[in-house]
T-cell receptor
Framework: EDQVTQSPEALRLQEGESSSLNCSYT??????LFWYRQDPGKGPEFLFT???AGEEKEKERLKATLTKKESFLHITAPKPEDSATYLC????????????FGQGTTLQVKP | GAVVSQHPSRVICKSGTSVKIECRSL??????MFWYRQFPKQSLMLMAT?????????EQGVEKDKFLINHASLTLSTLTVTSAHPEDSSFYIC?????????????FGPGTRLTVL
C-alpha cells in the first residue's frame, strides 16, 4: 500500500534559521513526488515535482531533493511569509493518477 | 498558467438541501479532475476521481449517491452534495491534471467552505 509520512508535524523557526522538512514514502513504481504549500483556508499551491532519485529542484528559498525512500524540502534563511503547511504527495504506478498525501508539516517562522 | 477555479468559495445551506460546487480549469484541458475533502488541521482526503465523459470513481467509504460528480467537459467538473447534513460541513477542494502536459502535476482550486446548518 502506498504511504507517505511527513515529519516533523510542526516546526517553529526564527527568521533566517534554515531547516529541512522530511517526507518518507513507500510506493509501488514512483511516477512522481510532489510538494505543495497550503495557506489556511486556501487550496494547495504547487511547488515541485521530483521524478527520480538524485533529482533536485529549487525555487527561491526552497530546495527539494529526492532519494529512493524520502524527500527533503530544505528552507534556507526563511522569512515570516514562508509560514504555511507544506504537503508532500506521491503518485504511484498502481493508481490512476491519484495522489497519496502525507499529513503535512506546519511551519511557523517568527520575525 | 495552470489555474483552477472553484465556485462558490463559501456556501451556507440548511440541512436537507443540495449544494453544487463547480471546478474549472481555466487555461488547460483536464480529462481527469479530483475531489478532496479536508477537515480542520488534517490533510486532504481523496473522495473521487472525475473522468470526462465517464462515471466518476469513488474512494472506499464515500457515498456516490450523496456526492454526485459530473465531468461534462474538458474544463468543468461539478460536485453536488445531496441532502446535506451538518456532518457534511467541510472544506472541499478540487484538482485538475493537465491532459496536454508532459508531466503529472495536479493543480488545485482555492477550495469551497461548506457549512450546513
Amino acid at each position: 500500500e502506498d504511504q507517505v509520512t511527513q515529519s516533523p508535524e510542526a516546526l517553529r523557526l526564527q527568521e533566517g534559521e534554515s531547516s529541512s522538512l522530511n517526507c518518507s514514502y513507500t510506493v509501488s513504481g514512483l511516477r512522481g513526488l510532489f510538494w505543495y504549500r497550503q495557506d489556511p483556508g486556501k487550496g494547495p499551491e504547487f511547488l515541485f515535482t521530483l521524478y527520480s532519485a538524485g533529482e533536485e529542484k529549487e525555487k527561491e528559498r526552497l530546495k527539494a531533493t529526492l532519494t529512493k525512500k524520502e524527500s527533503f524540502l530544505h528552507i534556507t534563511a526563511p522569512k515570516p511569509e514562508d509560514s504555511a503547511t507544506y504537503l508532500c504527495a506521491v503518485q504511484g504506478s498502481s493508481n490512476t493518477g491519484k495522489l497519496i498525501f502525507g499529513q503535512g508539516t506546519t511551519l511557523q517562522v517568527k520575525p | 498558467g495552470a489555474v483552477v477555479s472553484q465556485h462558490p468559495s463559501r456556501v451556507i445551506c440548511k440541512s436537507g438541501t443540495s449544494v453544487k460546487i463547480e471546478c474549472r480549469s481555466l487555461d488547460f484541458q483536464a480529462t481527469t479532475m479530483f475531489w478532496y475533502r479536508q477537515f480542520p488541521k488534517q490533510s486532504l482526503m481523496l473522495m473521487a476521481t472525475s473522468n470526462e465523459g465517464s462515471k466518476a470513481t469513488y474512494e472506499q467509504g464515500v457515498e456516490k449517491d450523496k456526492f454526485l460528480i459530473n465531468h461534462a467537459s474538458l474544463t468543468l467538473s461539478t460536485l453536488t452534495v445531496t441532502s446535506a447534513h451538518p456532518e457534511d460541513s467541510s472544506f472541499y477542494i478540487c484538482s485538475a491534471r493537465d491532459s496536454g502536459g508532459a508531466y503529472n502535476e495536479q493543480f488545485f482550486g482555492p477550495g469551497t467552505r461548506l457549512t450546513v446548518l
